[in-house]
């Protein structure tokens, strides 16, 4: 399809160990973003990237998390030693390099530590 | 301060009502805004931009305030389906280029 995909739509876990989350952008959009939605919470930006660069990492919780994006294409993101507080909804959006463009999102990955 | 700041609601209005949310951003190199709808345990998704002229779009209206930094949107006639979280974003310019930000939303319920 043409829009943002993610994978795993499921995912569950035990405490400890490590995951990865991916994202297939929309072809062509340059920027990718991470975000992490808790139940009946907003949006928490973690991360960006402009083509393979992070400009802004601000929003990783601790050192646990990491991503990385290569050919300016498909990102991962990856939770090291996994706890239960990471357990949430982690969605990926990506927009071309216009200020006056929209993000689109993708489904997201649902995280349980258990 | 938040960079962009909207009422967390919830707002709780009955059907065919007009509701009336606001949002304010802080970065005045802010060049382009809009808003979301997110349904329960769904993804984000643009409800409509939002031009400095105002906008309408149906039972919708959004409106921009650059002096004050803030956005309108008015939904008009509210319908059940119109429950929803309503996320004000904003692109904001930074070194080397923008970044986008939105709001913690607003969250409307539409009753019978």
């Known amino acids: 399809g043409a829009g943002v995909s993610q994978s795993p739509s499921n995912k569950v876990t035990e405490k400890g160990k490590d995951v990865e989350l991916r994202c297939d952008p929309i072809?062509?959009?340059?920027?990718l973003y991470w975000y992490r939605q808790s139940l009946g919470q907003g949006l928490e930006f973690l991360i960006y990237?402009?083509?393979?660069?992070?400009?802004?990492k601000s929003g990783l919780p601790s050192d646990r998390f990491s991503a990385e994006r290569t050919g300016g294409s498909v990102s991962t993101l990856t939770i090291q030693r996994t706890q239960q507080e990471d357990s949430a909804v982690y969605l990926c959006?990506?927009?071309?390099?216009?200020?006056?463009?929209?993000?689109?999102f993708g489904p997201g990955t649902r995280l349980t530590v258990l | 301060r938040k960079e962009v700041e909207q009422d967390p609601g919830p707002f709780n209005v009955p059907e065919g009502a007009t509701v009336a949310f606001n949002c304010t951003y802080s970065?005045?190199?802010?060049?382009?805004f809009f808003w979301y709808r997110q349904d329960c345990r769904k993804e984000p998704k643009l409800l409509m931009s939002?031009?400095?002229s105002g906008n309408e779009d149906g039972r919708f209206t959004a409106q921009l305030n650059r002096a004050s930094q803030y956005i309108s949107l008015l939904i008009r006639d509210s319908k059940l389906s119109d429950s929803a979280t309503y996320l004000c974003?904003?692109?904001?310019?930074?070194?080397?280029?923008?970044?986008?930000?939105f709001g913690a939303g607003t969250r409307l319920f539409v009753k019978a």
């Open positions: 959006a990506t927009q071309t390099s216009y200020m006056t463009d929209t993000q689109y």
């Open positions: 072809s062509g959009h340059t920027a």
């Open positions: 990237f402009q083509g393979n660069s992070a400009p802004d």
């Open positions: 970065n005045s190199a802010s060049q382009s």
């Open positions: 939002v031009y400095s």
């Open positions: 974003v904003v692109n904001a310019g930074n070194t080397g280029g923008f970044k986008t930000i």
